[in-house]
């Protein structure tokens, strides 16, 4: 991804002009959560600068210079009832320790976590029924991805039967998309690699559960699957735009 990275953060990479991360905040938003914290790092003042001054690069607005207090903005976007709290949470910290840094402003109170470069059409309600169900500390969402390759089935006698473009692969993966009790807390500290120690430890006292995702989903990993997420939303039939 260098060839948009260098610049900027990846979740402020572009899809159809807006953000990555404005997108998987926009499939949240649509199925009731409003309310966000974001983890920043790397060049963390582009995501600082972009929501601080969301209103002025969405809306008309009239200013009278020597007043900025007398700043008017006319009409309204779709995100007027977002609430987001941006916090830098190092530009070295893992993933763990940035979520450990943040749990002063969660309220005590169960979170959703995701990272800020994939999309997915996440059901919400089925993944919080699942996660209520189980009764566990913490919830993944996993899915079952494509092949990087197409696949060719042979018979034994070496003949090729048939072609399959990009099959999906057996096993499961997590795609992230966590809901967490505020007992994670106790698994995290502010060097946590949240997939490694934590999670695994998780598993090891049966307290994580599985939730499967059948739905699309998407990194954005390379430059070329950030191109191919465009194209998808340019051709006017993104499955992740559930708003």
């Given amino acids: 991804m260098r060839e948009e990275t260098e610049f900027r953060p990846k979740p402020m990479v572009e899809v159809g002009g807006k953000p990555v991360l404005w997108h998987i905040m926009k499939v949240l938003a649509s199925q009731g959560i409003t309310e966000f914290v974001i983890c920043t790092g790397y060049k963390s003042e582009f995501i ?3 929501f601080f001054n969301y209103r002025a690069s969405n809306l008309d607005f009239t200013v009278k210079f020597g007043d900025s207090s007398s700043t008017v ?34 309220g005590g109170e169960p979170f959703l976590a995701t990272y800020g470069d994939g999309i997915a059409d996440i059901d919400l309600e089925r993944l919080t029924e699942f996660h209520a169900r189980h009764g566990r500390i913490a919830t993944m ?21 048939r072609f399959r473009e990009k099959p999906k692969v057996n096993d499961w993966i997590n795609i992230g998309y966590f809901i967490f009790q505020p007992d994670i807390f106790t698994y995290l500290d502010s060097n946590s690699v ?9 598993a090891a006292v049966n307290q994580i559960g599985a939730f499967k995702h059948e739905g699309f989903w998407q990194p954005m990993d390379t430059f070329r699957e950030s191109q191919m997420l465009n194209e998808i939303w340019n051709a006017g039939d993104a499955p992740w735009k559930v708003w």
Avoid at 81 to 99: F, K, Q
Avoid at 150 to 155: C, L, M, T
Avoid at 194 to 202: D, Q, T, V
Wanted: hydrophobic share 30%; proline share 3%.
């Fill in 48 to 50: 600082k600068n972009y």
């Fill in 194 to 202: 949240l997939e490694e120690g934590p999670l695994r430890k998780l």
């Fill in 141 to 161: 969402t996993t899915t079952q991805p494509s092949s990087r390759f197409g696949v060719v089935d042979a018979d034994q006698e070496g003949l090729v039967q």
């Fill in 73 to 106: 903005f006319h009409g309204s976007h779709d995100e007027y009832d977002w609430t987001v709290t941006v916090v830098d949470t190092g530009l070295a910290t893992m993933t763990g320790g940035r979520i450990k840094r943040v749990e002063k402003y969660l």
